[in-house]
């Protein structure tokens, strides 16, 4: 570490705050390095943990400066290894939280930045989310007010951009963990609702997230309950855009919840229009090719990627309270929109699932 770094850094800690000057000369001083070291890294965090007093600059070079030395200057360049999301995760953590938003928003950007990432940071990034969303506390809820069981818009915005990441040079379905975490917090949602805390309902502005949220749990499932069954889709920024409706009558006219639930539509029709349209079975070599990339991946990052399995799926979706919910309805609209689903979500299969399990306890 230069001179200058270092007196820059020592005055941050023996202070306590980091003022904007103190980022333009650390900026200037890091601009001299071709690359960091693991000492200069150590510094940085040092300086984050001990000023209680941060000015806004701070947030941008710390995250741009420690997102640029984990995915290009550690190799493999452009890939983040499971060593390196441990030590990563273990730096801006304390008792499994994250400490605050600024390293969350580090982790998003991570993620973002790296053309592959091992599984357990995806992980990380959408358990904190899931955390916050099941407690109501955390440093993710610091500014929202928002109670247990309740989602932001916010947060569903960054659950839909940690997704589109995971899968910028990966599988495009959403995999069986990240379908866990999103049902996970969908479960939490429900409990929220079906104890009759509908306050956050009562303007179209204040029922925007949970209507994202639904609309983004339900093109999740339709993928990964797709993928577990053989079927291919389009990419995740596609199959998970929120402009364009999952099921469609045939015309413009989205298929409304309320339709699902009675079956009053012609299901054959509405696989003919809208996102579930783009889906197609997946021949035996394309099987094959996309083993082989997610094997290249674990080599590279350490990691396996375990693929949705309609089984676990199955018997997620049997739960309470998620066997009522959009989840499970999307699920039983797949069959009757004459996909050949995997045996397990057949129609029927998550209700035996779900007693096989109760009475084998």
């Not at 928003?105 to 930045?113: A, G, P």
């Amino acid at each position: 570490m230069t001179t200058l770094r270092l007196m820059a850094i020592d005055a941050i800690c023996q202070r306590g705050s980091i003022r904007d000057s103190d980022v333009a000369t650390l900026r200037r001083a890091f601009a001299l390095e071709t690359q960091l070291g693991a000492g200069d890294i150590e510094a940085l965090f040092r300086a984050h943990n001990l000023a209680r007093v941060k000015d806004p600059s701070w947030a941008d070079f710390f995250i741009e400066t420690l997102t640029d030395y984990v995915v290009r200057e550690l190799e493999p360049s452009g890939y983040v290894t499971a060593a390196h999301a441990g030590w990563l995760i273990a730096r801006v953590t304390s008792a499994g939280r994250i400490r605050s938003k600024t390293e969350h928003d580090l982790i998003l950007n991570v993620i973002d930045k790296a053309r592959w990432i091992p599984e357990s940071l995806m992980v990380f990034a959408l358990g904190q989310i899931r955390d916050a969303v099941i407690t109501g506390e955390g440093p993710l809820r610091a500014a929202s007010g928002s109670g247990a069981g309740s989602i932001t818009l916010a947060e569903v915005e960054q659950i839909r951009a940690l997704l589109f990441a995971y899968g910028n040079e990966g599988p495009r379905a959403i995999s069986q963990v990240e379908i866990d975490l999103l049902l996970d917090i969908e479960a939490a949602v429900a409990v929220h609702k079906s104890a009759g805390n509908t306050e956050s309902e009562t303007s179209p502005i204040d029922a925007w997230p949970i209507e994202a949220w639904q609309d983004l749990i339900e093109k999740a499932t339709a993928s990964a309950a797709l993928a577990a069954s053989g079927y291919a889709g389009p990419s995740r920024e596609e199959a998970l855009n929120e402009a364009r409706p999952l099921f469609n009558l045939g015309t413009n006219d989205p298929i409304t919840p309320e339709q699902l639930r009675t079956g009053r539509v012609s299901m054959g029709a509405a696989a003919q229009g809208g996102l579930v349209s783009q889906y197609r079975t997946l021949p035996v070599e394309a099987r094959a090719m996309l083993r082989l990339e997610l094997q290249r991946i674990e080599i590279i990052t350490g990691e396996a990627v375990a693929m949705a399995d309609a089984t676990r799926l199955a018997a997620r979706l049997a739960e309470e309270p998620l066997r009522n919910g959009p989840a499970a309805r999307v699920v039983e609209a797949l069959t009757a929109a004459n996909f050949a689903l995997a045996s397990a979500l057949a129609p029927g299969m998550t209700r035996d699932i779900r007693r096989s399990s109760f009475h084998a306890a």
